[in-house]
């Protein structure tokens, strides 16, 4: 469910042709970052448990990933503008293949962590060529279907990560446990860069901007000051260091801004452009996303985990909870379009009414049905979810970027991706620590604080509702 950076695309005599075989390989490339974000969300209890890893680094585990992909797609997205797509495509293939090995491989907790934060590098490195990749190559209804799969990979990358990873944590290959959701990708990988070397035409941009590296090094020194003491503040007891870190977000968000504010006055074009987020669709939209975002990614780690650690789910009965609501999701991704022309920015609002209903329906199926809970008793509820998360997420997209000129519109979408995965990640720093914190032994217990974090998400959601009135008529 991410938008890669889409840049001015090359003027050339003979444009490249995208060939339906060169089309299925760039939308491999797409759905690995995907699958991958979410299926790690079913392994982490088999995880804990072989590695030892505690609350904090599964956190890491997930956010981590989230955090290195959100900083570096835009300079991805840059660097294969001026170096060349198919080549950065290719290198960040290559890269996600190792990193994937290093995953499956990893002896202990920190060097899983590490290794999925370098995953989330060479999916930003990836991610962005295949978007700008289909602008290049294909005009009229043929770039129309292209895009229509790539959203449909978007929307089922969920649902094939929580299966994928749970049917293979359940196989246990050769006693391997969780380490196939990661050695997976390998044979996959190398089979990516053979396709992409034959099939992937190779395009650039004729005046391509320079990457933005000053402003790619204080984005990520911000999010890592918010985020890393936010999730290893609590079990750490709060050192020194994590309050010095959280005293600077403040002081490096401000850096940031003045850097980007200069290097525009400048007349260069940096990371995240104050001319393009300034404008009205881009400045409410993407404010309104923080809460969006946040809570549907703290929502999917609290739900894993609760169903494993609460319930004991298995890892299939894990990845079978959530494929209501992404069914749900997918189908309403595809008939929000023609709402929105109908009804305009109401779509948002329902959908927003309809997902937190769905979110006191299943707080009300676990406070009375608690601990005989199970796929069906949930789904229900989780249909409803899916349905609201559909309309709202589709016609977000499209609001806000409405704005934007069609020359920047590479800039729009990568500002909208950088804030989409930030969002996602601070969820779990946030919505997943509180859980963490209020169902450890002694605190309240999996169930009610698996009923706090709903409650706190649908909080998120009426905040989201109240910034969504602000938000610009899409029709």
Known sequence: MTTGDLTTTPVRHERPVLSTAGLVTILLG????????????????????????????????????????????????????????????GIGLTAFT??????????????????????????????????????????????????????????????????????????????????????????IGIAGLLLAKRTMPDTRATDPARPDAVGTVLLGATMLALLVPLMTGRTLHWPLWTIGLLVAVPVLAVLFVRNQRAQERAGRLPLLPPSVVGLRSMRTGLIAAVPFFAGFGGFMFVYAVALQSGLRFGPVAAGLAITPMAVAFFTMSLVAPRLVRRYGRRVILTGIAIQVTGLLAMAGTAAVAWPHLGVATLAPAMVVFGAGQGMVMTTLFRVILAEVPADLAGVGSGALATTQQTALALGVATLGSLFVALAAPGALGVRAAFLVALGVYALAGAVFAVLSRHLPDPR
């Open 98 to 187: 190792l990193t994937s090995l290093i995953c499956g491989i990893a002896p202990n907790a920190g060097t899983l962590v590490a290794a999925r934060a370098a995953q989330g590098a060479a999916s930003a490195l990836m991610l962005p060529q295949v978007l700008s990749t289909i602008t290049a190559t294909t005009s009229g209804d043929r770039r129309a279907r292209a895009f229509g799969a790539y959203g449909a990979v978007g929307g089922m990358g969920t649902v094939i990560g929580q299966l994928l990873g749970g049917v293979l944590v359940a196989a246990n290959v050769a006693g391997t446990g969780w380490r196939p959701i990661f050695l997976i990708n390998v044979p």
């Open 30 to 89: 797409a759905a690995l970052p995907i699958v991958d974000f979410f299926v790690v969300n079913v392994a982490l209890q088999t995880i804990d448990a072989d590695l030892g890893a505690g609350p904090t680094m599964l956190e890491l585990v997930v956010a981590g990933y989230g955090i290195a992909y959100a900083t570096l797609l835009v300079l991805g997205g840059r660097l294969g503008d001026r170096y060349g797509r198919r080549r950065l495509f």
